[in-house]
């Protein structure tokens, strides 16, 4: 028998956006990673490689001299979004200027306000035995903190959610009309963000947005368009996955109790069970680069040009990178998952994340210990990559 894994090419293109790999990318990655551990994607939200065993994903994005972020996700987007969109060198200038905004003690600054606002909506339901935790926490929850934090009108809140929603998860066929359909409402958010940086051109506040046009590093001052395009990426990194994390955090909690009962007896683990449902559920499930040159990975040949995404989620539950790696165990010693990327491109919001999930974990327990998905409901992970789950209809 021939144990060789198969190579990409002598593979039939599949969709990771069928049921199996939307509501259970763990199992499905894990039979993938033993067969074809290079696989080739193709669907309206697909199109190239996925790379699968953890030291692959590594590989992928600790080169990105070979795998490039350039323009690597149509995201409808007119020119690369820094930092996600920047190779190095450069990409280390926007680092400079954001990485201070997102700083630990910025974050902690924000921890009081971010609280009243959780408590202020599980307060509101709290009484009804009965929510959709998707449309009453998960998505109010980061897309305020986030609005307040860039200087946004809070009171647009459903628009921008519909923008950012369009263009995650635009609702489409096929790859044509996925980029028209990114293409029209990317349009809209850049007529938001020139309208609002034009603004605080014009008159600075005490916001995120005026404090960009005011940095400078290395003698460098961003100019108003990337200042645009900075928020433009922050638009879409800062409203969608929080949410996507708390839907599959709280989907998680409610159909495994005995995991549940672990955090109401001791609350203190609550971020331990954070880092633990960030690897297990890898909200984040794949990236996306470019490759630079003809290259290869686990014996696959990859072409100059080939689009190749790793997926988190399966380098996050490979047996070869963690023990019981199929086990969700919040006692943990250590857990180097990739939840929030690797290499340079590093999540640059992770503080902030951890800060929301943790709040919401810990004033939600707090007020609703027990609950349970509602009867009839079928949980749906979403398309995209991106695994927010909209019918997540929770009774306490
Ligand atoms: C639990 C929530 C979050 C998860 C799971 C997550 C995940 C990720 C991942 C996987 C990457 C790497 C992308 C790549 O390598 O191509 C990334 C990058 C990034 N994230 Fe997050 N993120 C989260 C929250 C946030 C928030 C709240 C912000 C708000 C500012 C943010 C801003 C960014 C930015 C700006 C980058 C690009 C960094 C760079 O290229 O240097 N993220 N994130």
């Excluded at 020139?194 to 605080?200: G, L, P, Q, S, T």
């Excluded at 014009?202 to 108003?224: C, K, N, Q, Y």
């Excluded at 633990?276 to 990236?287: C, D, G, Y």
Aim: one cysteine or more; proline letters at 7%.
């Amino acid at each position: 028998m021939n144990d060789e894994p198969k190579v990409a090419s002598e593979e039939q293109p599949r969709s990771f956006n069928n049921s199996y790999f939307r509501n259970h990318p763990q199992e499905a990655y894990k039979l993938l990673r033993q067969t074809t551990p290079v696989a080739r994607a193709e669907s309206a939200y697909d199109s190239g490689l996925v790379v699968t065993k953890h030291e692959d994903v590594l590989t992928v994005l600790r080169s990105p001299e070979v795998f490039s972020s350039d323009a690597a996700a149509d995201v409808g987007q007119i020119r690369p979004l820094p930092p996600l969109e920047i190779d190095p060198p450069e990409h280390s200038k926007y680092r400079k200027l954001t990485d201070p905004l997102f700083s630990p003690k910025r974050v902690a600054a924000l921890e009081g306000t971010t609280r009243e606002l959780v408590i202020g909506l599980i307060e509101a339901i709290v009484g009804n035995g009965k929510a959709n935790f998707h449309k009453a926490v998960a998505e109010p929850v980061p897309s305020i903190v986030f609005l307040q934090l860039l200087g946004l009108p809070v009171s647009r809140l459903p628009e921008f959610i519909e923008l950012k929603d369009g263009i995650i998860r635009p609702p489409v066929q096929t790859m044509a009309e996925r980029a028209e359909a990114v293409r029209a409402t990317g349009a809209k958010i850049y007529a938001v963000l020139d309208e609002v940086v034009k603004d605080r051109v014009a008159e600075p506040r005490d916001d995120m947005i005026s404090g960009f046009l005011d940095s400078e590093v290395d003698g460098h001052r961003l100019t108003v368009e990337e200042v645009i395009d900075i928020c433009y990426l922050f638009f879409l990194a800062g409203l969608d996955t929080v949410t996507a994390s708390l839907d599959c955090m709280i989907t998680f909690l409610a159909t495994h109790p005995e995991r549940r009962q672990e955090l109401l007896d001791d609350p203190a683990l609550i971020p331990n069970a954070i880092e633990e449902l960030l690897r297990w559920e890898t909200p984040v499930s794949r990236v996306v680069r470019i490759a630079t040159q003809d290259t290869e990975l686990s014996g696959c040949p990859i072409a100059k040009g080939t689009s190749v995404s790793p997926a988190l989620i399966s380098a996050n539950t490979d047996e070869s990178f963690m023990a019981r790696a199929d086990e969700v165990d919040f006692h943990r010693e250590t857990n180097k998952h990739l939840a929030f990327g690797g290499g340079v491109h590093r999540c640059l919001g992770s503080h902030l994340a951890r800060m929301e999930l943790r709040v919401v974990l810990e004033e939600w327990h707090a007020r609703v210990p027990h609950y349970q998905i509602a009867d009839g409901v079928d949980i749906q992970y979403s398309e995209g990559g991106l695994r927010q789950v909209d019918n997540l209809e929770i009774i306490w």
